[in-house]
């Protein structure tokens, strides 16, 4: 996305297979407030939603699948968000910092006096 402000907000938030961008104090042509169905575009989204309300753009992008990671950086005034499909062994990887515990073990003794 081509930003025509540098200084424009960016919000970026995750909902259940969706990706919520918002560009704060922004306006959106008209020609550009569509929802675009990428799907055969051998990607991992499915489709790619644009609108603006008040002074607010927001893009949602659609995944395929819930598991995927994305990566959103800015240059200049090209705003860009990569997103991909998490291959089996990162989403164990994932899984696993999610429930590993990294601490000193803790000893409980329940006993009756």
């Known amino acids: ?3 025509f402000d540098l200084s424009i907000g960016v919000n970026l938030g995750q909902e ?3 990706i919520v961008v ?3 104090s922004a306006c959106l ?3 550009l407030d569509r929802r675009l169905d990428v799907i055969d575009f051998a990607t991992p989204d499915k489709e790619i939603d644009t609108s603006s309300y008040a002074d ?3 893009v949602l992008i659609l995944t395929v699948s819930g598991q995927y990671d994305h990566l959103v950086y800015q240059s200049d005034n090209l705003f860009t968000i990569e997103v991909r499909l998490l291959t089996v062994d990162e989403l164990a990887a994932t899984q696993q910092q999610k429930f590993s515990f990294t601490g000193d073990r803790l000893s409980l003794n329940y006993s009756k006096y």
């Open 1 to 3: 996305m081509t930003l």
């Open 29 to 31: 042509p008209s020609n």
């Open 16 to 18: 259940v297979g969706q």
């Open 22 to 24: 918002d560009f704060q």
């Open 56 to 58: 607010v753009v927001r």
